[in-house]
Each structure stands twice: as C-alpha cells, then as structure tokens.
C-alpha cells in the first residue's frame, strides 16, 4: 500500500523542470522535495507527496481534511494488549 501525505510548500529551491525541488512542511518538519510533477505549484500551495515525491497538488481544504483523519488515526486507544498471554509455556 502506497500513502502519499500533504505537505505545504515553503520555497522553491530549484524550478528547473526534472531538477525541481521545494522545502515543504510536514507538520512542522521541513523536507527538500522532488517536484517535477508540479512544476507550476506556487510557495504556500499543497502538494501531496509520496516517497520524497510530489505527484499533485491538493486543495488546501482537502488537505485539511486529510489532516484531521491522520489526527484521528493517531488515537491508539485498544491497540496496545493489556494482559499478555503465557505463550512460552514455561513453569
């Protein structure tokens, strides 16, 4: 399974068609990322990226959206097991 996140772009660092690349945010984390997909973005647009990649841009509403959702899955309330089972069978 792939997962592409959005991140915001913070500047152009190179808009050189295959050489392109931005800074975007990632949830306060700023990463160099390879934006030959969308080389018409613009500094303050979102960009969905995948493996250091930006593949589209994103409506920031969208990515809103998006980022409630990863803020939801981060509840990891019953995930953790609260009795461990005696698999070693030891005595």
């Known amino acids: 399974m792939c997962l592409g996140i959005p991140g915001k772009i913070v500047r152009w660092l ?42 589209s841009r994103i409506d920031p509403g969208e990515a809103e959206q998006i980022f409630q959702t990863l803020a939801e899955m981060r509840d990891d309330e019953g995930w953790h097991a609260t009795e461990t089972d005696d698999a070693g069978g030891g005595s």
């Open 14 to 55: 190179e808009r050189d068609g295959v050489f392109a690349q931005a800074e975007v945010e990632f949830d306060g984390v700023r990463r160099v990322v390879h934006m030959a997909c969308v080389t018409e973005a613009k500094e303050g647009e979102y960009v969905i990226v995948h493996a250091g990649i930006a593949i």
